[in-house]
C-alpha cells in the first residue's frame, strides 16, 4: 500500500509542476510582451527624432537586462516554476505587482 501511496504523491507532485509551469508560462509571455513593447517605443521614438541611436542602444540593453531578470525568476525546472507559482500568488493577494521594466533601472543603478 506504500507504493500506491508513493506513486499517487508523485502523481501529485508532477500535476502541480504541470499547472505551475502552465502558470509561469502565461505570466512570463505577458510580462516578456510588455517588455517588448518598450522596445517597439524605442523605435518609434527613434524614428520620430526623440532618441538617438545611442538612447535606443542603451534602451535595448536596458531591456535584455529585464528579460534576463524576468527569465531568472520564472525558473526552467519544475521546483522552480512552483516558487515563481507561489511567489505570483503571494503577490496576487497582496495586490502587488512586479515592474520588470522598472526594476532594470535599479538593477543598472546598482552597477
Known sequence: MAEADQSAGAS?????????????G????EQLRALLE????????????ELDEFELDDLIHRYKRAAGQLWSF????GGEWLQAATALAYMHDRGEEHDWWVESARHRDRT
Open 74 to 77: 520564472c525558473g526552467s525546472s
Open 26 to 29: 502565461a505570466y512570463h509571455q
Open 38 to 49: 518598450q522596445v517597439r517605443d524605442g523605435f518609434a521614438q527613434l524614428d520620430a527624432g
Open 12 to 24: 501529485s507532485e508532477k500535476a502541480k509542476r504541470r499547472e505551475a509551469r502552465a502558470i509561469v
